[in-house]
């Protein structure tokens, strides 16, 4: 029998190499953008035409290649970063692998112009699918300009999986601002279809930060500064207020390298306990500075894997670092009367009001005698203030006020009623409730009780309307009816980068849902008009970042641009939980519920109500 087993051709084995390295359009970004690192770039400049299908090009100021370097830059396994095994531990650059521009040549049409400083002509070649196609002598600036075009143009199934070119773009600026981060001393600068994106000049973190996610940002900021003999912690830190319900504003470096790491995002976590609403991520980046023989980062061809030697121990140097950030900022929880705290529902109430000031009058007659006399228990008048309103928080506790409590007195009932109590039913053909009606009731201020025939609804109320005004934008923008309120002063907002960057994409779609939105230069915008269903809000340029926020939240999914922006939309002006309604509201709530094409799911996969059966309830209490 004839042997089987065979070496694969060089082009082949490129293309296989190319499905691990190269996923997307910014893998190619990302790789050489940190060979342009390696080669001690002072400035290096993107250009993105189509999100990277059509050209992604890297010009650079670094130290260039000779013509053999250049050629054996696109042989696997050759690289000028390790030169034996040992060399694995001690890793300061960027790359190490050697495989990069080779998996690129072989997906590609790459061009190459390079220049060391003291030749005086530099080297040009053409290579298209691992395939050297020319190479010559050619004029060009010192350092190296590489274009990649028609990524995957011989590997048709895997452009084919590329995602729209929203998607595709919001990853090569990830990617982008990524290694800004890691490398503030280098002018960066990205253009994308002949628009300039990013203009980063060389200086501090903090006007990095400020260049990347805009002039905001900078009050948010709280620096770590944390130095060991093991490891040396620095960066940034946001303000828990300004956290946000997506993850893409959080950035560990190690050694200048971004990583990604659950452990170590669970340290951050833990330090900012309390102090974040649920299901909201504090802006954080973080730099490790450490030993390479401490750590190992050939573990993933993406290289954003990475191990320690003692993971534990820089789990807990980060949330030690992170917990006196907090606390030397004064961003820790402190108890503070005058900040005028609500503790409860209920005692800032009118006889709370009367209770207090009852208080006072006794307090003030109980102490006439010792007016202007001097005491060993004297005090100053803030903490006589805070001691005061300490009493007056307690006082009145056991009592009930029938006007202003809502919570029932012990030993009386409290009954809770809705508009569809006793003969009131779910009428399953028409999909609506029979009169008559009682009123509903809302229960911790999220949710509405609605007592129906067989037992009673209870209804999320921010899933409800989150279907509501899902249905309604949707429909708003296919049928282009939707209604806009003019503003008398048309508002002009600055957006970050990124964020501009997609909203220019997905104006024509955001103006169908009642928006008038006008670009005013490079990231600035008009708004002229807001839709007249949304509440109003002072702060139109937050509700956009809102919008914007779950949009891209949402980017990664299979779904068009009108229904992607329609979930952003209805999740950004929903009803929250923890929201008053009065019965009115959840009335109407309710009846438009009940009117949508699918009114048992919100947008997001959440029920909107949930079913409870008398039958059932019986034989949970026993009966």
Known sequence: MA?????????????????????????????????????????????????????????????????????????????????????????????????????????????????????????????????????????????????????????????????????????????????????????????????????????????????????????????????????????????????????????????????????????????????????????????????????????????????????????????????????????????DFDQNVNFANGITGSKSTKQSQAYETKSSKGNASNVGRPSADATSPRDTNNLKNWKNLYEGLDQFDPETDETAPEGESLTIESKWAESGSLDDETGSFSSPQKKSYQIHASYIVSNIKSGFLLIDQQSAHERILFEQYLNAMKNKDAVSQKELFPKTITLPAADATVLKEIIPEVNKLGFEIQEFGKNDFVIHAVPANVPKVADQQAMLEKLLEQYKENIELKLDITENIARAMARSSSIKRGQKLNPIEMKELIDRLFACEVPYKSPFGRNCFITYDLEELDRQFGG
Not at 145 to 161: D, E, G, H, M, Y
Not at 236 to 248: C, L, Q
Not at 301 to 328: C, M, S, W
């Open 3 to 335: 042997d089987i087993i065979q070496l694969l051709p060089d082009s082949i084995a490129n293309q296989i190499a190319a499905g691990e390295v190269i996923q997307r359009p910014a893998s190619v970004v990302k790789e050489l953008m940190e060979n342009s690192i390696d080669a001690g770039s002072s400035s290096i400049k993107l250009i993105v035409k189509d999100a990277g299908k059509t050209l992604l090009q890297i010009i650079d100021d670094g130290c260039g290649m000779s013509e053999t370097d250049a050629r054996m830059s696109f042989e696997r396994h050759a690289t000028s970063k390790i030169r034996n095994a040992k060399d694995l531990f001690a890793i300061r650059t960027m790359g190490f692998r050697g495989e990069a521009m080779a998996s690129i040549a072989a997906i590609a049409q790459v061009e190459l112009k390079t220049r060391r400083q003291a030749d005086e002509l530099g080297v040009k070649l053409l290579i298209e699918g691992s395939e050297i196609k020319k190479q010559e002598a050619c004029q060009c600036p010192a350092g190296t300009s590489t274009s990649v075009k028609n990524l995957f143009f011989n590997v048709p199934a895997r452009r084919n999986f590329l995602k729209s070119d929203t998607v595709e773009m919001r990853h090569i600026l990830d990617e982008f601002q990524r290694i800004a981060l890691a490398n503030t001393d280098i002018f960066f600068s990205l253009h994308h279809n002949g628009n300039e994106i990013f203009h980063l000049p060389a200086g501090k973190l903090r006007q990095r930060i400020v260049g990347i996610f805009g002039t905001t940002s900078n009050k948010h900021l709280v620096p770590v500064e944390e130095d060991t003999d093991i490891i040396k912690l620095s960066g940034y830190i946001g303000k828990p207020e300004f956290a946000k319900k997506t993850r893409g504003t959080q950035f560990f470096f190690v050694n200048n390298r971004f990583i990604k790491s659950n452990y170590l995002n669970h340290a951050i976590m833990s330090a900012y306990e309390e102090l974040l609403q649920k299901g909201t991520y504090p802006f954080y980046a973080i730099y490790i500075d450490i030993d390479p023989k401490r750590i190992d980062i050939n573990v993933h061809p993406t290289k954003q894997e990475i191990k320690f030697d003692d993971e534990r121990l820089i789990y807990n140097y980060l949330k030690v670092a992170v917990r006196h950030a907090l606390g030397t900022n004064a961003i820790t929880p402190t108890l």
